[in-house]
């Protein structure tokens, strides 16, 4: 599942100065070793008067009957609400978080012996996110801290996460070029783990970009050491 475990509720940011939401729909095919399909993410943005939402739902299409692949083996799902009631005061940078996260996946072709089943435990999530941002609002980064509870998991030594978001528009200069993703580092069964995905789009035009993604991790689902995987994608913006 190539995600993206935490695509940014605050990287949408960038363009807060123009909409209060967005959602896109993102398609991308994993070059990653034992990889070779398709995964779709559709992500959500939604500011208010009260902070914001944001969400994302990933599917991994490589359910095969024989050779066919005929559904999604995988999806993970991730919802967080920022809550801010003091937008308007000196400690409007600062925002407390809520968030879930679970899913659920399948391995090998379905019918055959060497096939199976695997569930992404649920993990509930609360701390503070700090907001920084450009007077533009193209370059934004938001640091969070979050205590991380697993259901059904051994206790940790370190039960936190530590999440880096960043957005930068029109990079370089050149309009319609953006430069975004995440970086998480959280305690699992006692281990360090590590997830980034920095993300490259270009703009074609209206709605439409073109781009990918890689996904840098280091003992990150049942992968250990460290792993590269690129993807190549589009991104339609809604």
Request: net charge negative.
């Amino acid at each position: 599942m190539a995600k993206r475990f935490f695509i940014a509720a605050f990287a949408l940011l960038a363009m807060a100065t123009a909409a209060n939401a967005q959602t896109n729909f993102q398609t991308f095919y994993d070059f990653g070793e034992g990889r070779g399909y398709v995964t779709t993410t559709l992500e959500g943005f939604h500011m208010d008067n009260w902070g914001n939402t944001f969400f994302f739902i990933d599917y991994d299409y490589n359910n095969k009957d024989g050779k066919s692949i005929i559904s999604p083996n995988n999806t993970y799902f991730e919802i967080a609400r920022c809550l801010n009631f003091w937008q308007n005061t000196k400690l409007a940078p600062l925002s407390l978080q809520l968030e879930y996260n679970g899913g659920f996946g399948t391995w090998g072709t379905i019918g055959t012996p060497d096939s199976g089943a695997f569930a992404v435990n649920s993990a509930f999530l609360a701390g503070v996110d700090y907001f920084i941002h450009s007077g533009d609002f193209k370059n934004t980064l938001n640091l969070k801290l979050l205590y991380k509870y697993f259901v059904k998991l051994p206790s940790n030594i370190a039960p936190l996460q530590f999440t880096m978001v960043w957005g930068c528009q029109d990079l370089f200069g050149l309009n319609g070029l953006r430069f975004s993703g995440f970086a998480d580092v959280w305690n699992e069964y006692d281990n360090i783990v590590f997830l980034s995905e920095p993300q490259l789009w270009y703009q074609l035009f209206d709605h439409f970009n073109i781009g990918g993604e890689v996904e840098l991790s280091y003992n990150f689902a049942g992968m250990q050491g460290f792993h590269v995987m690129p993807c190549l994608g589009t991104k339609w913006v809604f």
